[in-house]
């Protein structure tokens, strides 16, 4: 049941930010970058995956690059499976760095 409930609110948040791109108002996108990485997390914990360990030295390396915060770049380098280089695309695809 937990399952679900973590399914469908990581859905609910990407259709709302979805909305709101398609009607102009696009937020902060520090905060919509924070959703979009928490709903994957959500998901990837719904579907037991990224259970890539990755280095300390990676996660502030890319944090000290981007700007983006700790837990940011811990996340955003497991959703990579620990690619550096694609972490690196991801975040600047969402306009940091």
Do not use: C, H, W
Not at 7 to 17: M, S, V, W, Y
Not at 44 to 57: C, G, H, K, L
């Amino acid at each position: 049941m937990k399952e679900q409930v973590i399914l469908e609110k990581a859905i609910r948040r990407l259709k709302d930010l979805q909305a709101k791109k398609e009607m102009g108002k696009v937020g902060d996108p520090y905060i919509e970058f924070q959703i979009l990485s928490e709903t994957i997390d959500q998901l990837n914990q719904f579907y037991n995956i990224n259970t890539v360990d990755v280095s300390s030295e990676d996660v502030r390396r890319l944090r000290d690059q981007t700007g983006i915060s700790l837990s940011d770049a811990e996340s955003v380098l497991k959703q990579q499976q620990g690619d550096y280089e694609k972490a690196i695309e991801i975040v600047r695809s969402r306009g940091f760095a």
